[in-house]
């Protein structure tokens, strides 16, 4: 669950529950375009349209990211680590939320 992180200079705080190291083969692939196979939705375990919130918030859509309930997404990475293209899901939910709460204000 969670996000990868790149570098090793980020601190451990109480909230880490695990760490999980990949060597270089196993490490993310290179982002390319989604080739619509639907894996991120299947994974998803809130049943979230990971992919589409992925477009509204490219588009900067806060309605539309409301209409797929992005708030609900708990940022677990399931999305992301089925995604043969490499979508970066994970960070695109993190700021789709973050468009969704600068709205409300």
Known sequence: MGIAQFSTELPIT???????????AQSLPEESPCIRCGR???????????????????NND??????????ACMECGCCAFVCPAG???VQSMKRAKQLE???AQ
């Not at 991120?40 to 490219?58: G, K, N």
């Open 14 to 24: 109480k909230q880490t529950n695990a760490i999980t190291i990949l060597s270089e």
């Open 40 to 58: 991120c939705v299947e994974a998803c375990p809130m049943s979230l349209l990971p992919v589409q919130i992925e477009r509204c918030t490219r």
């Open 62 to 71: 806060v309605a539309g990211l409301q209409k797929l309930n992005v708030s």
């Open 87 to 89: 979508r970066r899901l």
């Open 101 to 103: 709460r600068e709205a």
